[in-house]
């Protein structure tokens, strides 16, 4: 017999409206809107879902989409920065009420609160554009974001349904997690149960998270074993689980990582990414862990877009296991080896810096007063996670940080819109598409506007480019 060793967040998805536990007057509410479209479409044509994290918001579109028969085209906040992209992903999807198996289609929007406000605009304009002409249902979905949000999302609001969701109500909670404990056969004590469930604050799935933490393996929890939680915090847990999961020398002992991680395995492949060139500084290493966590993306991508999730094995398989197995040459000393890299290239030497090793990290800290190029090192090391420790003076950089990958997005955003529109010119002018020319036109562009002047004022005034355009290319 196969023993089932998914998390048991996956494994207690619900399939149907009927499994979803709390929030009975928005998923009626989402229900009753459904329904709307099969007299035509309603007036409102999308619905916005916000409330806090892991109280079933995407889970219930999922839940109802199977119910009523829809198939869904997921795109996540990733995904729709920009109107290309998106008509990239949708096309003609939202126009045509069935897909090419028959099927009715729905279209979610999920992590509406990842877009940024001003800087993805434009995704949310080509979003409005969308729902003013769509033939199908459209959800948007976001978290609940604080003050501000209505403002920030102004026009989705204004053409949607607004449903709120609710943090789970605790008699609620406690029923759902006495049901799950039955079915893994698993005697669990009333205020062991009523522990986990309280100290969620109505998050659902932390609950199963914290359940799964204390109860796989064991046969009865107790109180006591509960109460080992202690009050959690994601940033202390987590570079535990990313130390567990670099140092195992099994794919057991590395895949059962993801159950007491503590957080969601999306956000722990972000950590795992991240931080991987630091622990596999060996390059053939290096080169194996990266194309573990390739497969496990494209397990995931394909697990999602199919909604065959016994893929996502596959997916936690390479992203801890495959991940921790390719560590054979490596030393663990990557940010180690980069930071002396970086000194040495601003021309201090050695000598000047003092790096120790902490609990908690590396710490760098001048021995001398050094020149300007200091300024530059506390610029590096503080976009490598770096705090500046005024009473020791020194950096304090942990030897694990968090995903950095959204802020250099948001720091390059004018860099690629200014390429991005010179790359339009130079493909309407030279009737080529805008990837050759970012491929093939631009680099050779920027030689010559770096090295001849005369030359540049004449590409200039053919492409009709602007200052600061003209300005990206000589920098």
Known sequence: MTVDSSPWTDRFRPRTLKEIVGNSRAIEQLRMWMRSWEKGIPKQRAAFLYGPPGVGKTSSVMALANDLGFDVLEVNASDYRTKSRLEELIGR???????????RRMILFDELEGVSGTEDRGGITAIVDIIKETRVPIVLVATAIGEGWEEKFGPLVDLSLLIEYRPVPFVEAVRRLREMADELRISVDDDAIEYIADRSQ?????MINDLEAVARGLKRVTIAEAEKLGERDRKEYTPDALMKIFSAKTLREARG???SALIDHDTLFDWIYENIPFVLDDPRDLAEGVEALARADVHQTRGQRTQEYRLLKYMFNEMTGGVALARRESEGAGLLKLIRKRIKELGSRQADIAIAESPDGLEVKPIRHLDSDWGKANAFLRELGGRWVREKGLWSLPYFRPPQLIWRYRRTWHSRHRRSSIAERVARNCHISTKEAVA??????KVIFQGNASMANEISEWLELGEKEAEWLRS
């Open 440 to 445: 093939d036109v631009i680099p050779l562009m």
């Open 93 to 103: 999807a939202a126009l045509q009420t069935r897909t090419i198996t028959g099927r």
């Open 257 to 259: 990582v993801i159950s």
């Open 202 to 206: 109505g998050d659902l799935r932390s």
